[in-house]
């Protein structure tokens, strides 16, 4: 079975440049999650998608951060305009249908600085 | 107070030793608990979930104690591979099934 996969792996930008990050799930998998990880923290959940619906954006900055699944599959994730404090780790992860106990599968993280 | 809290670390355990760790919570409508392990600069990997009876994997076993609110993860003759970050993972059952993490233990197994 084919992992969550995520591009782009590492992503340097000045504060004030836009950045954009795509995530494909585990096939079959109607949960999406994109989380922010800054070092020495745990994940930071920004925004949970159901198919192509919104879940829970509860934590997304959306005067900067939007984020899109308009085909219930991959999804990207954008930045506009980035400040020094989003330097951290993006990571998606999906689940079969975000139910009681469903675990959570990763992607390996886009890993963003801002200079 | 937070919703999921966890002692940060580092436990320093020497090899071979027995180590456990506890993680709680704040809702008591919570319903479903993991452990995730997240090594240096990688993805969080689910290491076990975590079920009201309790349960064992090999040297893992993990607990939930509802009255008290914490869940537990015990790791027996402990190896140099099992340094990691471990996250603990609560869902509140409502109607977002909404995980809420841990900010992780440090362990560092020593030889």
């Known amino acids: 079975e084919a992992g969550v996969a995520q591009s782009p792996r590492y992503k340097i930008i000045e504060k004030r440049q836009s950045v954009a990050f795509w995530c494909n799930p585990i096939?079959?998998?109607?949960?999406l999650y994109w989380y922010q990880q800054i070092l020495g923290q745990g994940p930071k959940l920004l925004i949970q998608?159901?198919?192509?619906?919104?879940?829970?954006d509860s934590q997304l900055p959306k005067d900067r951060f939007s984020a899109e699944r308009l085909k219930g599959v991959d999804s990207t994730l954008k930045i506009q305009p980035a400040k020094l404090e989003d330097s951290a780790v993006y990571l998606c992860?999906?689940?079969?249908?975000?139910?009681?106990?469903?675990?959570?599968?990763f992607g390996d993280g886009t890993r963003l600085s801002i200079l | 107070r937070k919703e999921v809290e966890q002692d940060p670390g580092p436990f320093n355990v020497p090899e071979g030793a027995t180590v456990a760790f506890n993680c709680t919570y704040s809702?008591?409508?919570?319903?479903?608990f993991f452990w995730y392990r997240q090594d240096c600069r990688k993805e969080p990997k689910l290491l076990m979930s975590?079920?009201?009876?309790?349960n064992e994997d090999g040297r893992f076993t993990a607990q939930l104690n509802r009255a008290s609110q914490y869940i537990s993860l015990l790791i027996r003759d402990s190896k140099l591979s099992d340094s990691a970050t471990y996250l603990c993972?609560?869902?509140?059952?409502?109607?977002?099934?909404?995980?809420?993490w841990g900010a992780g233990t440090k362990l560092i197994i020593k030889p």
């Open positions: 992860a999906s689940s079969f249908n975000g139910m009681d106990n469903q675990p959570q599968h």
């Open positions: 809702n008591s409508a919570s319903q479903s």
């Open positions: 993972v609560v869902n509140l059952k409502d109607s977002n099934y909404q995980l809420i």
């Open positions: 096939s079959g998998h109607a949960t």
């Open positions: 975590v079920y009201s009876s309790g």
């Open positions: 998608f159901q198919n192509n619906g919104v879940v829970d």
